[in-house]
């Protein structure tokens, strides 16, 4: 039995899930090998050499690589999945569109975003926006698993020499193309792997009021995050969205602002550690789930919280 | 063109859903059932690129128990042409719902696919790309934004980063985000003409399709409950708060 772990990347930098899910892997079995499939990726796959629980790299680039397309990357890890117990990656919008593909050629009934591994063939995974749990156990010989990468810790980026090997090409398909993509540039921290986010919901009325929400997040380092109401209103864009359909996140502290509250929402930041609710209507559901709840006007809550903030001299970053 | 839009039934969104005491799943008995969020988004869409003179017919599919058949009326009175409920009983796999789509695709050889990008009740996300897989088709997953070209679609698609913009020829599989159009609702005349359109209606089994589960579902249980929290006077306690008693700040 062995672990095939496929590895997220930019073709220079390893994306930061990968770490969780090697660590969700190396829970399955210690023999986990990695696949970097990409374009001029050498910095990848040496960087995943490091990582101390990958026993082996198998390193496939190309220029039909560049843009992680799963048509193209499907046959490859098709491919090499011959040698594998498992097949794993993170449960992100990367591996939501290329797992399933390979799930499929492989006949195997995927097991989507788990967040506990009880054994190699049993999984912990949310159902129903996180109202309940399910324990399943896969049946099919091979297995193909996403992982949530909030529920499991980083693995360690050094100390590891793994053997890189050099793979083959699969084919191109023929009938999608890349065009453009936009991504959106922050210097703030990652919404996935921040230590504190602080989010808006549609109670902030505009875009423009989230400069009230940014100001707060330039003093916390947080990351910024939003209800769905607020990303369809247009006051900020999708990428900051969190819930069911969005991104889910565990930082240390959720301050959640003019945010009711829908199951939606709170199946992505209900596993905060430390969870602050800031509404105006009292009876809004956010507070059940609040470990401090303000019932206030956020317009002028905010500007006393960063007051506040600023008196004191201790932010971490 | 011809749109084939797969709609799934499941327990509507804002039901606060409930473990059964056994363990054995979620209370499903007298609960509001309702088509799955983003597969509307895909109907709706289907329905506009049919209102913009670019395709000819949809018809919208789904499986599950005879009771589905109100999802498929519901698609059918938003603007599809035609409706088939495959039956099929008990959990059907995304990897199962997938094959049994693939012979209606060949069986109706439609140019398009949509579907919502993720089911709200097992959340797995898989199903249009596992048919786009077996079909061979390219697929455009997570779509916000759809521009029909002559033999493709060029698609904006929500990812973590951002969007991306993929183009894609038919015949080809759509994953619809909720953030792609804005559903119509039903008019009282469209339900009462939904009822009259056709409905075909065809057993799994005569398919050819093995829908035996391969994912064993041991337990279901409620998650961990979160204490309950306390309402702060101000904001000068809140922040006390953080600091001394939290340390998150």
């Given at each position: 039995m062995s672990v095939l772990l496929i590895v997220e990347h930019s073709n220079k930098e390893v994306k930061p899930f990968t770490l969780n899910a090697i660590t969700a892997a190396s829970q399955i079995d210690q023999d986990l090998h990695a696949i970097v499939i990409g374009n001029k990726s050498e910095t990848v796959a040496k960087s995943i050499s490091?990582?101390?629980?990958?026993k082996k790299v198998i390193h496939v680039d190309n220029e039909i690589y560049e843009n992680y397309l799963p048509e193209n990357f499907t046959p490859v890890i098709t491919k090499y999945a011959e040698n594998y117990s498992h097949i794993v990656c993170s449960a992100n919008t990367f591996g939501k569109n290329l797992m399933p593909r390979v799930a499929a050629l492989l006949d195997t009934s995927q097991v989507s975003d788990?967040?506990?591994?009880?054994s190699p063939d049993t999984f912990l995974r949310p159902i129903y926006a996180g109202n309940a749990f399910a324990t399943v156990k896969s049946t099919d010989k091979k297995k193909c698993i996403t992982i949530r990468p909030t529920s499991f810790d980083p693995a360690a980026t050094s100390g590891g020499s793994a053997e890189i090997v050099k793979g083959e090409n699969g084919e191109s398909f023929s009938s999608i193309k890349f065009i453009k993509r936009e991504e959106v540039k922050s210097?703030?921290?990652e919404l996935g792997t921040a230590r504190i986010v602080i989010s808006g919901g549609?109670?902030?009325?505009?875009?423009?009021?989230?400069k009230l929400i940014t100001a707060i997040a330039d003093k916390l380092n947080a990351a910024i995050g939003a209800s769905r109401a607020a990303v369809d209103a247009g006051y900020?864009?999708?990428?900051h969205q969190v819930g069911q359909t969005g991104k889910v996140v565990v930082p240390d502290l959720y301050i959640a602002v003019g945010i009711s509250g829908a199951i939606q929402h709170l199946a992505g930041m209900?596993?905060?550690?430390i969870i602050v609710a800031i509404n105006k209507?009292?009876?809004?559901?956010?507070f059940s789930v609040a470990d401090y709840g303000l019932e206030a006007d956020l317009f002028e809550a905010l500007p006393q919280f960063l007051e506040e903030l600023n008196k004191l001299n201790t932010i971490q970053k | 063109m011809k749109i084939l839009v797969a709609v799934k039934r499941v327990i509507d969104y804002n039901v606060q859903v409930r473990v059964k005491e056994d363990g054995t799943g979620v209370v499903t008995d007298n609960v509001k059932m309702s088509t799955n969020p983003p597969d509307d988004n895909a109907i709706e869409e289907a329905v506009k690129i049919k209102e913009s003179g670019k395709a000819k017919e949809i018809v919208a599919v789904t499986i599950g128990e005879e009771k589905s058949q109100e999802t498929v009326r519901k698609a059918l009175a938003v603007g599809a042409d035609r409706g088939i409920l495959v039956k099929a009983e008990g959990i059907i796999e995304p990897l199962a719902v997938s094959k049994i789509l693939q012979k209606i695709v060949e069986k109706e050889k439609p140019d398009l696919v949509f579907m919502g990008k993720?089911?709200?009740?097992?959340?797995?996300?898989?199903t249009g790309q596992m048919l786009a897989a077996l079909l061979n088709w390219p697929q455009a997953t997570f779509a916000s934004k759809i521009e029909v070209k002559e033999k493709s679609l060029e698609v904006t698609r929500e990812v973590d980063e951002g969007l991306e913009v993929i183009e894609v020829n038919t015949p080809s599989i759509v994953t619809c985000d909720l953030r792609l159009n804005e559903p119509r609702y039903a008019s009282l005349p469209n339900i009462m003409k939904a009822k009259k359109k056709p409905l075909e209606q065809i057993n799994a089994s005569d398919l050819g399709v093995?829908?035996?589960?391969?994912?064993?579902?041991i337990k279901v249980e409620e998650p961990p409950k979160r204490k309950a929290g306390i309402k702060v006077a101000n904001v000068a306690e809140l922040v006390q708060k953080l600091k001394n008693e939290a340390k998150v700040i």
């Open positions: 490091e990582i101390p629980n990958v788990i967040i506990k591994v009880i210097d703030r921290p549609r109670g902030m009325q505009s875009g423009d009021n989230f900020i864009t999708n990428d209900k596993e905060s550690k209507d009292g009876e809004a559901p956010i | 993720q089911a709200i009740d097992d959340d797995c996300n898989q093995d829908t035996k589960p391969r994912i064993e579902q």
